[in-house]
């Protein structure tokens, strides 16, 4: 057991041989609350965060019309993918949606929540190896892969990785 040089001796022993737990003073009392609260926010982040079904939107986060894809919303999470640090986004895609072939300048994590995709990563760009990603899918797109996406179904797409990421369109 540890006590503070103000205690008393007599007080100490007292304490000791009645078996009661030490004073508790305000400032352990507010660091308790203050830890107490942090591990409630994140575990409350965790849930938000989670691989669920996506709601409709989170803590405000509204669904965009995507500034280059038409028939795409989107919505960020967490961060910015332009700027340094972590980004968290998801995608809403309307079946029948293709997306020009294009690559990233990095790592970009990707988990299907719902619906399918098909996508070709990697040259050469050949049907052959094309790839379906079904709901609960989990895959990443490596840095600089073109890669050649589509979709025949609504789906909700949520990608990840830590910016500042750029996209490049093959034809540009």
Not at 46 to 61: E, F, I, M, Q, R
Not at 66 to 90: A, C, E, M, N, W
Not at 106 to 120: A, E, N, P, T, Y
């Amino acid at each position: 057991m540890h006590y503070s040089h103000s205690a008393t001796p007599s007080l100490i022993s007292i304490e000791s041989r009645a078996g009661a737990a030490p004073a508790v003073n305000s400032s352990t009392i507010a660091v308790r609350v203050i830890a107490l609260a942090l591990l409630v926010l994140l575990l409350i982040s965790n849930v938000a965060c989670s691989g669920g079904s996506p709601p409709d939107s989170l803590d405000g986060n509204q669904w965009q019309p995507h500034k280059t894809i038409p028939g795409v919303l989107r919505r960020d999470l967490v961060g910015d993918s332009s700027r340094p640090g972590p980004f968290k986004y998801q995608l809403k895609i309307t079946a029948g949606t293709r997306v020009a072939v294009h690559r990233h300048s990095k790592d970009v994590q990707v988990k299907v929540l719902s619906g399918s995709m098909f996508i070709i990563i990697g040259e050469p760009l050949d049907p052959s190896r094309v790839q379906r990603f079904a709901a609960g899918s989990v895959f990443v797109v490596p840095a600089h892969a073109w890669h050649d996406e589509w979709w025949d179904e609504e789906t909700v797409l949520e990608a990840e990785g830590v910016g500042p990421s750029e996209t490049v369109y093959k034809n540009q």
